[in-house]
Every structure is written in structure tokens, then in C-alpha cells.
């Protein structure tokens, strides 16, 4: 067997720890002689499973006793319209900060549900910086205000929360969730699909402020209503059990690698080296403002792109995988999540040198 070492920006590389684990366990979990992909939701083993991964999860991000966490389905996409169908409680509209095309995508189908006041936007600048807090234009009566943590396509991270004057804060946190310490108090509701830094896809955490809930707009279905999930413990219906089951397995691997403290350490010496490189060779670049730079996903450049093709394939020949950028950005994205190693990095660094050392 060999691994390739794995840049895709999701789904993406898992512990490898946890994966030998998935296949340990994958025939006969835990001397119940059954795969918990063949388990009720129901039985006791699937409740214990289900159960210790949030307890893993409150714990290894310091979740308050007042917040639900929710296991939900459609991915990190339905909650763009679970948001304002829950969190509206009366109120017209919301305010969107666009940092990228995933807050953009957040924003319109917002718009569908409610009226969206983008109140800062920086597409005018391609979303190479997070727009200054002083320029939002925010509704003091707006229901929520709605950020993207992190941008996976463009590369660009909020390195702390913007203050929204008691409004409450909304996260797309599905490329940065658990990748360092934060103060979940700060927020009113934070989700994200599973598959870029917990799990496989099929699983959307969903952590919100109790207070918020119990107001979704008329006819939201039981299925879409976060109260309703969360009295039901996320089975109204059946869960993705294997992939609930997968994450629980990475918070346990996060609380054994010394969680979030030495987790953020980590990615921040790995975003470093990255950086570091790109800007001391000036074949690549990163067009990103440094202070708003991602430390999950790094996109970058060649001085020639006549070159990409080449740099991908002689990449994939050292087994350095999904490096292509995304589609509308063009160029190369290197995503560093939690389960990339820093010789992972490493190894795509040496290959950077490498490409440049032979075009001369
Ligand atoms: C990947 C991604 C999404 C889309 O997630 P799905 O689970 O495919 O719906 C949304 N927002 C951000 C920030 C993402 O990185």
C-alpha cells in the first residue's frame, strides 16, 4: 500500500490513525459482531457511539453547557437556508459579510428566505482581504450577522471574531472548525460540513445558543428546525451513522494529539513553512493580505501558468495529490487541514524548490 500525500480541498486527508482504527473495527465494532454501518440508530452500541462523539466534540472545543450541537444532513449547502429559516425570530432580514464565493453562495440563498444586507463585501479586490470592521455597513436590527470564517476557495481567514454589537454572530466554519482555540461564547450558531476537518461527508455539525431557538419561520419542515432536532438528539429520523461514528473518532484523535492548543500550534507552523517559501521565491505567489491569510488553504500561483500543467503532473509523479486550484481562481491550492503532517508540507515545499531549480 502506498498514500499519496493528500492537498485536496474536500473531502480531504483523515488521520491516518483513525483510519486503521475504521478498518480495525470495520467487521465487528467493539465485540458487537455487526459494522456500525449495520447497526439501529436505535440499539444501545450506535446510542454510545453517537453520545461520546459529542461529549468528545463539547470537549475538545470547549462547548458551553447553554449550546446545542446538532449531527444534521445536506451538508454545510443546507444550512445556508436552515440559518434563516431558524434564526430570523421575527426579525426581516440579516446581514452577510462576503469574504469569498462560499459567502457569496451563503448570501443569495439567504436572500431567498430573507432580506440580506451584504454589509461588507470584498469582491471588488477579488477577496484577497478581509474588509476592514470599520467600512460593514451592519442593521442594528439585523437577526443575525453571517461571516465565512475561513474562504477554502480564495485562501482568506478571520483571525478573530468581529465584534457585531450584540448581534449575533453566524460561522460557515466548514474549512477551519477545530484547526485552533476559539471562544464558542462569541458566537450564536457555528456550522460546518464534516468533510474537510472532522470526518467524511454525509455529517454537518451544527453548534447553536439555545436562546435562539424555538422561532423558525412558518411551515419550516421538523426536519429542517433545530429545535426540533435538538430535543430529538438528531434522530427524528436516521443519522448518517457512519460518518457521525468517523468523527467521533477524530475528536477523540484531536484530544490525544493535545487538543485545540497544540493542534492550532501545529497548523500554524505548517501554514508558516508554506508561506514562508512562496514569499521568499518570487515564481509563486499568493495574492492573499498577510494579516488575512488561511491557514487551512493556500493558494498560490507560478510566475508562469503555461506551467501549471506541468508542476501538477511532476507534483502527482512524488505523490503530492490536489494541488489544482479551484476552477475560478485558476493557478494551485494546497489545503493544509488538521490530518496534513508538517512533513507533508515539507514535502511539497522540496517539490516547489525542485520545479524551480529545473526551469533554469
Ligand atoms: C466546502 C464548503 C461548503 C460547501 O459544503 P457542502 O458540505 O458541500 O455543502 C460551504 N462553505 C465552506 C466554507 C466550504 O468550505
Known sequence: MKRIVN???????????????VQAELLDWNGSGMSVMEMSHRDKEFMSIAQAAEQDLREVMGIPANYKVLFMQG????????????????????????????????????G??????????????KFTHIPERGSWNLDPDAAYVHITPNETIHGVEFHAEP???????????????????????????????????????????VVVREDLLGE?????PAIFDYK??????????????????????VFKWMKQQGGMTAIGERNAAKAALLYDYIDSEPFYTNPVR?????????????????????????????????????????????????A?????????????KEFVRTQS
Open 163 to 205: 465584534d457585531t454589537a450584540g448581534v449575533p454572530l453566524v460561522a460557515d466554519m466548514s474549512s477551519n472548525i477545530l484547526s485552533r482555540p476559539i471562544d464558542v461564547s462569541k458566537y450564536g450558531l457555528i456550522y460546518a460540513g464534516a468533510q474537510k476537518n472532522i470526518g467524511p461527508s454525509g455529517v454537518t455539525i
Open 7 to 21: 492537498f485536496s480541498a474536500g473531502p480531504a486527508t483523515l488521520p491516518f490513525e483513525v483510519l486503521q482504527q
Open 216 to 220: 423558525t419561520l412558518p411551515k419550516t
Open 75 to 110: 451538508g454545510a449547502t443546507a444550512q445556508f437556508s436552515f440559518v434563516p429559516m431558524n434564526l430570523l425570530r421575527g426579525k426581516a432580514g440579516a446581514d452577510y459579510i462576503v469574504t469569498g464565493d462560499w459567502g457569496k453562495k451563503a448570501a443569495k440563498i439567504g
Open 112 to 125: 431567498q428566505l430573507c432580506k440580506v444586507n451584504v454589509a461588507a463585501s470584498a469582491e471588488a479586490d
Open 228 to 249: 426540533q432536532v435538538a430535543d430529538n438528539e438528531s434522530m427524528l429520523n436516521t443519522p448518517p451513522c457512519f460518518a457521525w461514528y468517523v468523527a467521533g473518532l
Open 340 to 352: 496534513m503532517t508538517i512533513d507533508g508540507v515539507q514535502a511539497l515545499v522540496d517539490y516547489m
Open 290 to 338: 498577510k494579516a488575512d491569510r488561511s491557514r487551512m488553504n493556500v493558494p498560490f500561483t507560478l510566475a508562469n501558468p503555461e506551467r501549471d500543467a506541468d508542476f501538477l503532473k511532476g507534483a502527482k509523479a512524488v505523490g503530492l495529490s490536489g494541488l489544482k486550484g479551484h476552477r475560478s481562481v485558476g493557478g494551485m491550492r494546497a489545503s493544509i487541514y488538521n
